[in-house]
């Protein structure tokens, strides 16, 4: 599982310890987690909508939806 510190090391070099099967269990949603709770407060607490700049486009979005 990449976690903790685990993150600091890249898929070459778990590969390279032959790792052959790498989990993030429930890292990427955390991780949205943390991006809509830090936008969350800029917009509710200080008035500030410039995390919403960094949208993922439609572009991008739409077709892992498919």
């Known amino acids: 599982l990449v976690a903790g ?3 600091q090391i890249s898929r070459a070099d778990l590969a390279g310890m032959g790792v052959a099967r790498i ?7 955390r ?5 809509i709770i830090d936008a969350a ?6 008035g500030d909508f410039s995390p919403l700049g960094n ?3 439609a572009s ?3 077709p892992m939806l498919k």
């Open 60 to 62: 991008l979005v739409d």
């Open 23 to 29: 989990s993030l269990g429930a890292a990427l949603a």
């Open 41 to 46: 407060q800029a917009m509710f607490d200080r």
């Open 55 to 57: 949208m993922a486009p």
């Open 5 to 7: 510190h685990a993150n």
């Open 31 to 35: 991780l949205t987690h943390r991006t």
